[in-house]
């Protein structure tokens, strides 16, 4: 983790603004950053310094620090930069229209505009709720009448405020655009000139858990219903896994369903399975076999490739560093799997942007969206609750005092940080789970391949030592990679994650893009791998976020090794065979490094 710790004879020669402040030292002579930004708390910007070195530098004013030292820093001269944590600035006079994601702005179906209204208030800060009750959010396929009449009743009453009140249905589905396509900056943190985008890295758990946290409670108080929780959409359960029925007809009793989208994929509305590794085509396989494909990614994304912390949250991400230039952060495996794959299978591949969820500009407007992501901050809950080795939440300053600004039920703006929304008791929201069977998916772990199956490795691919990177992904990529140890002990197992590594993956963030990892695949001829199969490590997917000109943007993935390699029968094998199947979007797609590592665990 990172240290913050800024070595005191470093010099400043250049003029570079765009590189970004990380720290990435455990040198003993520096100063460290106070992590807390609090904006009415002067004293929690100042720089604390061990008592030795207070007389050498004096306190001084950390944001200012950040703001001089962004012109000045380089890699080669700041070999042990400074980091802080990202901190949203006062949403309602510091927001520009948004442009990144939107390639088609021509055509764009909803507008650009994500600005939240002004009310001339103050920021406050965050006040833990202090009702006794506990609201519990439901299964969308198995709700009572009350339940999905309260539901659609508080979003009617959303959609009926007008456009510019901060509790609007327009105002709310534009919270999404603002944070995901480049309506703030990171000026609070030193850096006005760099947006802020909290996909693609450790922020997009917390960000969407607060978003939901007002979003829930401003519906409720619309209706008078003070225990009022969401749906869930239930993915992870077969009976779940269709779009729920009441987001599917267009009007109830002769009145328009408050739920109901125009902008959604018609061929998956009506009794159709969704897809939790959809990569744009549909696989037409039976139902019962999609449902066993959606149980096996699930038990990817929460125990094979979320493993470790970072692994499941995604990569660091602080003050300085760019969203799109210049940084290669890594998606956490649920956001690139079943996350991304439920927004591109609902989203209408009609529209010009593929609004409304296969876009971050316009997902918001879709009442399912609030109903997909909050099945996604159930996840986050599952994981922790599996208590495996390394299922533990980030303890860097840097990620635990990020902090976002919304308006709360009471449509005050209120500031709130990372660390707060880690208890779900403190929050008074939690999850009804409606079967006895909690969770299927956590006996979907790939069954073993039989090796009569498989054939006799060969030498024939080449090492990823003979391999020229970057290397463009218009094909399929085949590479044997060196792994740091073999046949570890379940000790050993426990102590370390093997994860592969695909770093640089550079690529046009405004199009759709997929990409499937497969690992020690040696199916006979004519024998055919698929995501079910034990030999899929897991697939890397982005949704659009740049701007109308082509705009790269890089990224890694991470996919653990430990249970493949043993139900390959591989585990004894001095090399891995990694194998990248482009899919979709990938013709302009490269990747920078491909290499195995073992990650430690922390234990729960």
Known sequence: MSSSLLPLTSPFTSTNTQLAFKARTNQTQGFRVSCNSAQDDQADKKLILPESQKLVVPNVDRRNLLVGLGGLYTAVNLPGAM??????????????????????????IRTRKCCPPSLGKKI????????????KRWPAHAGTPKQVDDYRRAIQAMRDL????????????????????????????????????IHNSWLFFPFHRWYLYFYERILGKLINEPNFALPYWKWDEPRGMPIPEMFVPET???????????????????????????????KDIPDFQQVQCNLATVYRDLVRNGGDTLSFFGGEY??????????????????????????????????????????FYSAGYDPAFYIHHANVDRMWKLWKELRLPG???????????????????????VRVYNKDCVDLGKLKYNFIENSKEVFPWRKSRPPQRRRS???????EVKTVDKVRFPVRLSEILKVRVKRPAVNRSDEEKEKANEVLLIKGIKYDSGKFVKFDVFVNDKLKEGEITTPCD????????????????SMFMKSSARFGLTELLEDTNTEGEEYATVTLVPRVGCDDLTVGQIKIELVPVRKV
């Open 83 to 108: 980091a802080a944590p990202i901190t949203a600035p006062d949403i309602t006079s510091i927001c520009k229209d948004a442009s990144a994601g939107i390639r088609n702005q021509e055509g764009a």
């Open 124 to 135: 406050k800060e965050f006040q833990f709720p202090t009702e006794n009750s506990v609201r």
């Open 162 to 197: 007008p456009d510019e009140h901060p509790h609007s249905f327009v105002s709310q589905a534009k919270i999404h655009c603002a944070y995901c396509n480049g309506g703030y900056t990171q000026v609070d943190s030193g850096f006005p000139e760099i947006d802020i985008q």
């Open 252 to 282: 109830v009793n002769g009145k328009p369903n408050s739920l109901y989208d125009v902008y959604r994929d018609a061929n998956h509305i009506k009794e159709r399975i969704v897809d939790l590794d959809y990569d744009g085509k549909d």
């Open 318 to 359: 602080n003050a300085g560093d760019p969203p799109v230039e210049n940084s290669d952060p890594s998606v956490g495996s649920v956001e690139a799997g079943s996350h991304t794959a439920v927004h591109r299978w609902v989203g209408d591949p009609k529209q010009p942007n593929q609004e409304d969820m296969g876009n």
């Open 391 to 413: 299922h533990v939440e980030p303890t860097d300053p840097d990620w635990l005092n990020a902090s976002y600004v919304f308006y709360d039920e009471n449509e005050d703006l």
């Open 453 to 459: 199956s498989q054939v006799a490795t060969t030498g």
């Open 534 to 549: 034990p030999e899929y490590a897991g697939g890397f997917a982005q949704i659009p976020h740049s701007d109308m000109r």
